[in-house]
């Protein structure tokens, strides 16, 4: 998380993207002074539907993993 507690997030001027780190150490190498925000995936999810960004990207040993809000939804449905 940002220094204002909000989530880390980036744009390119068309697409809002917020992501999320799989680990601190990952977190720390790719935001240097961020704080760690520990979320379950259930509710990152139901985060990321909320919000304004337009894509969810996720880290997970080095790779990335994107999440558009039609998944998002799709996860949150079959998670029940």
Known sequence: VSADGSL???TNGEVTALMAFA???ALR???V???VLTLEADELLRRFSDAPHQVLFV???GDWLSVDKA???ALLDSAG
């Open 8 to 10: 880390w997030a980036s």
């Open 23 to 25: 680990s601190e150490e």
């Open 29 to 31: 190498e790719a935001c």
């Open 33 to 35: 002074g961020a704080g």
């Open 59 to 61: 880290e997970a040993g």
């Open 71 to 73: 998944e998002a939804k």
